[in-house]
């Protein structure tokens, strides 16, 4: 088992920046690709951001490339999400997870296999 907690969330105006944290604990943290989703009200849960298990290799949604970079510190345990140039369609609540599995297998919220309780990002214009 995983428990993932997420932090960082908040109230910001248009063009502000954000650093989301989901602190992970139970198994070994390196072991894992970490991603980020989030979902809008109303909407389904998207993907937004992956970073793989060992290299660190990421990648991103088209609505985020350039403007958020996910991180992850396998020493903490801890995988990062620093979101700038907020714009107000990314409010969300935002949510971390882990992909438990050796091989890629996509970045549907399906291919996940533990979440954390998610935080709210509400970008106003």
């Known amino acids: 088992q995983v428990q993932l907690v997420e932090s960082g969330g908040g109230l910001v105006q248009a063009g502000a920046s954000l650093r989301l944290s989901c602190a992970a604990s139970?198994?070994?943290?390196?072991?894992?690709?970490m991603g980020w989703f989030r979902q809008a009200p109303g909407k389904e849960r998207e993907f937004v951001a992956r970073i793989t298990r060992n290299v660190g290799i990421t990648n991103y949604a088209d609505s985020v490339k350039g403007r958020f970079t996910i991180s992850k510190d396998n020493a903490k345990n801890t995988a990062y999400l620093q979101m700038n140039s907020l714009k107000p369609e990314d409010t969300a609540v935002y949510y971390c997870?882990?992909?438990?599995?050796?091989?890629?297998?996509?970045?549907?919220?399906?291919?996940?296999?533990?979440w954390g309780q998610g935080t709210q990002v509400t970008v106003s214009s």
């Open positions: 139970g198994r070994t943290f390196s072991n894992y690709a």
């Open positions: 997870a882990v992909d438990a599995q050796p091989h890629y297998r996509g970045n549907y919220a399906s291919d996940y296999d533990y």
